[in-house]
């Protein structure tokens, strides 16, 4: 689609860097789109989870609402490892660009 929109542009250079810029808009766009979605759904999880809580405070014997607080713990549970493994390798990245050693791997 974009290289047909730059197809009129001669320099090459010029139209890469104009798919290119196209290519990161679109990109951002969607990036905020799935990470406003993920948080709505995170929150979701955490009100569903309190609300279980509390409801087992008044009745402790009511089996069908752990079995939904276990669940919803387990789904909160898969999200935090996901962030979790995000922060790793944004973590192993920093440190790749900055050219300094982790501390927390050991050389060889």
Request: glycine fraction near 4%; charged fraction near 35%.
């Given at each position: 689609?974009?290289?047909?929109k ?9 139209k ?32 569903k ?12 014997n ?32 920093r ?9 927390n791997?050991?050389?060889?």
């Amino acid at each position: 689609m974009f290289k047909v929109k730059y197809e009129n542009v001669e320099d090459k250079g010029l139209k890469w860097d104009l798919i290119k810029i196209e290519i990161r808009g679109f990109t951002v766009k969607y990036a905020k789109t799935k990470a406003k979605r993920d948080k709505n759904e995170e929150l979701t999880l955490q009100n569903k989870i309190n609300e279980l809580q509390l409801s087992l405070e008044r009745n402790p014997n009511n089996n069908h609402a752990q079995n939904e607080l276990l669940a919803a713990k387990l789904c909160l549970q898969k999200i935090m490892h996901f962030k979790t493994k995000g922060a790793i390798l944004r973590s192993k990245v920093r440190w790749y660009e900055e050219g300094e050693c982790n501390p927390n791997e050991k050389s060889h």
